[in-house]
C-alpha cells in the first residue's frame, strides 16, 4: 500500500521558517522524483520545488527561490521542504507528490499538510 505522510506544518510568524516531511512506502522511493506542491484557498495548486530520485537536480518556483530548500533521504525514504523567511502569502496547503517518469508512469500524493504564515 502506498503512503505518502507529510508533517510539520503549523502556524508561524512572517519570517520564521519550518521544516515540512513525507514519509513515503510501498514504492521504490529512489525510483521517483519528489515534489512539494502547495494550493491556497481559492487558488489552483502549484508546484514548489522537485528534486529527482537520485537527489542530484532541484527546481523551485521562483516565488521560494533562495527561501525554500528541498532535499530527500533515500536511506529513510522521506523527503524535506526546509521554509525560511517565511511570509503571510506562503500560506496554504502543502502536499507531497510523488512521480515515475518510466512506463507505467505512476503519481501518487499525501493528504497534505496546512503552513500559516501570521503574525
Known amino acids: 500500500q502506498v503512503r505518502l505522510v507529510e508533517s510539520g506544518g503549523g502556524l508561524v510568524q512572517p519570517g520564521g521558517s519550518l521544516r515540512l516531511s513525507c514519509a513515503a512506502s510501498g514504492f521504490t522511493f529512489s525510483s521517483y522524483a519528489m515534489s512539494w506542491y502547495r494550493q491556497a484557498p481559492g487558488k489552483e495548486r502549484e508546484l514548489v520545488a522537485s528534486i529527482a530520485g537520485t537527489g542530484g537536480s532541484t527546481n523551485y518556483a521562483d516565488s521560494v527561490k533562495g527561501r525554500f530548500t528541498i532535499s530527500r533521504d533515500n536511506a529513510e525514504n522521506t523527503v524535506y521542504l526546509q521554509m525560511n523567511s517565511l511570509k503571510p502569502e506562503d500560506t496554504a496547503v502543502y502536499y507531497c507528490?510523488?512521480?515515475?517518469?518510466?512506463?507505467?508512469?505512476?503519481?501518487?500524493w499525501g493528504q497534505g499538510t496546512q503552513v500559516t504564515v501570521s503574525s
Open positions: 507528490n510523488a512521480r515515475r517518469f518510466a512506463v507505467p508512469v505512476r503519481v501518487y
